[in-house]
């Protein structure tokens, strides 16, 4: 199957959370009992909600997106460039408009896709649910209701790599290393994405690290089809 899709027709995409606000005591009293409710069965009796709250982030209806990098890989000079562009900030509405515009315009082109690893049970909801969240259109891509599962246009590594083993996890960390790609996590791991942006207020070194994932993710696909990796010279931030 993967002979045939062209790497130069997916957008690889990744995305950075937080909770949406930096402390449990900044909630709403209305939110707080909804997140105690929640955190309770995710966390346990043991820990409290306020403990809890660091997890938030991975949930859409208690975190928000902080960053969203998108990555193209496009034929220039006789070799390939992946071409990143991230949608960040403090402002959710707008990086998802600017993110969804950029989107809706890559999509709008026969035989395209959109790839990540995991994204078909975190990113791409994710990204759906705040969009609804903020009262702004899905684009056609991302929405899924109704439509057969040929027509969903979601490619994720880590399904390929499960080779039909649906209980099977593997994290892009441990896949890049065994595959010989560099690691992406030469900074800042997911776990410290929250104080990096409450605590540092650098939300600029996320989208670096954002922008790390998506490269890591569009050579796993590289190797998972047998072609050659990209060259670091040829990773162009736009």
Same mark, same amino acid.
């Given at each position: 199957?993967?002979?045939?899709?062209?790497?130069?027709?997916?957008?690889?995409?990744?995305?950075?959370?937080?909770?949406?606000?930096?402390?449990?005591?900044?909630?709403?009293?209305?939110?707080?009992?909804?997140?105690?409710?929640?955190?309770?069965?995710?966390?346990?009796?043991?820990?409290?909600?306020?403990?809890?709250?660091?997890?938030?982030?991975?949930?859409?209806?208690?975190?928000?997106?902080?960053?969203?990098?998108?990555?193209?890989?496009?034929?220039?000079?006789?070799?390939?460039?992946?071409?990143?562009?991230?949608?960040?900030?403090?402002?959710?509405?707008?990086? =998802?408009?600017? *993110?969804?515009?950029?989107?809706?315009?890559?999509?709008?082109?026969?035989? +395209?896709? %959109?790839? $990540?690893?995991?994204?078909?049970?975190?990113?791409?909801?994710?990204?759906?649910?705040?969009?609804?969240?903020?009262?702004?259109?899905?684009?056609?891509?991302?929405?899924?209701?109704?439509?057969?599962?040929?027509?969903?246009?979601?490619?994720?590594?880590?399904? =390929?790599?499960? *080779?039909?083993?649906?209980?099977?996890?593997?994290?892009?960390?441990?896949? +890049?290393? %065994?595959? $010989?790609?560099?690691?992406?996590?030469?900074?800042?791991?997911?776990?410290?994405?929250?104080?990096?942006?409450?605590?540092?207020?650098?939300?600029?070194?996320?989208?670096?690290?954002?922008?790390?994932?998506?490269?890591?993710?569009?050579?796993?696909?590289?190797? =998972?089809?047998?072609?050659?990796?990209?060259?670091?010279?040829?990773?162009?931030?736009?």
């Amino acid at each position: 199957m993967l002979n045939n899709i062209a790497s130069e027709k997916i957008m690889y995409i990744d995305i950075e959370t937080v909770p949406e606000h930096p402390a449990f005591d900044n909630l709403d009293d209305t939110m707080k009992a909804l997140w105690e409710k929640k955190s309770s069965k995710i966390s346990g009796e043991d820990v409290t909600a306020e403990e809890a709250y660091v997890k938030a982030g991975i949930y859409a209806e208690f975190g928000k997106i902080v960053c969203i990098s998108a990555g193209i890989i496009k034929p220039e000079n006789g070799e390939r460039t992946l071409r990143v562009k991230s949608f960040f900030g403090h402002d959710e509405k707008k990086l =998802l408009q600017d *993110f969804s515009a950029a989107l809706t315009n890559f999509t709008s082109h026969p035989g +395209t896709n %959109i790839c $990540g690893h995991n994204v078909r049970e975190f990113d791409f909801p994710y990204i759906a649910r705040r969009m609804l969240i903020n009262g702004l259109q899905l684009p056609d891509i991302l929405d899924v209701a109704g439509k057969k599962p040929w027509e969903v246009k979601f490619i994720d590594t880590m399904d =390929l790599w499960k *080779f039909g083993d649906f209980k099977h996890y593997t994290s892009l960390n441990l896949l +890049t290393h %065994i595959m $010989g790609i560099p690691s992406p996590k030469d900074d800042i791991d997911g776990s410290q994405v929250a104080s990096v942006y409450y605590e540092e207020d650098d939300v600029e070194r996320i989208a670096r690290y954002c922008e790390k994932d998506v490269l890591a993710t569009a050579q796993l696909f590289l190797r =998972l089809k047998g072609e050659p990796l990209l060259k670091p010279e040829n990773v162009v931030s736009v």
